[in-house]
């Protein structure tokens, strides 16, 4: 299972964008997905999560009400809508699969067990 993240930028405090995760020949729709953002000198952190098992969605209290992810079932692809981005936004993102399916997410990177290549997010005036 190979994710290949993209739609990552720079962009200006209070810009949007959308970042997708795709996994060519996969079909993810049935498999929790993550994302999850690393910046420099600290950790990997889990910010938002869709379930395999009913489409259920979690979000870390940092993006919460700013963020939104979603799954394109006939795309095969999984989006995080990111709005009113800020500055402590910046960071390398990534997604993550869970093999197992329908199971539901988590925020935690021991609950995935495929990652991609990340993408960089970039807010600055």
């Known amino acids: 299972l190979q994710l290949v993240e993209s739609g990552g930028g720079l962009v200006e405090p209070g810009g949007s964008l959308r970042l997708s995760c795709a996994a060519p020949?996969?079909?993810?729709?049935?498999?929790?997905i993550g994302w999850f953002r690393q910046a420099p000198g600290k950790e990997r952190e889990g910010i938002s999560c869709?379930?395999?098992?009913?489409?259920?969605?979690g979000y870390a209290d940092s993006v919460k009400g700013r963020f939104t992810i979603s799954r394109d079932n006939a795309k095969n692809t999984v989006y995080l809508q990111m709005d009113s981005l800020k500055p402590e936004d910046t960071a390398v993102y990534y997604c993550?699969?869970?093999?197992?399916?329908?199971?539901?997410?988590?925020?935690?990177?021991?609950?995935?067990?495929?990652w991609g290549q990340g993408t960089q997010v970039t807010v600055s005036s």
């Open positions: 993550a699969a869970d093999s197992w399916v329908f199971r539901k997410c988590a925020l935690t990177r021991l609950h995935y067990n495929n």
């Open positions: 020949g996969f079909t993810l729709e049935r498999n929790a």
């Open positions: 869709i379930s395999g098992s009913d489409s259920n969605t």
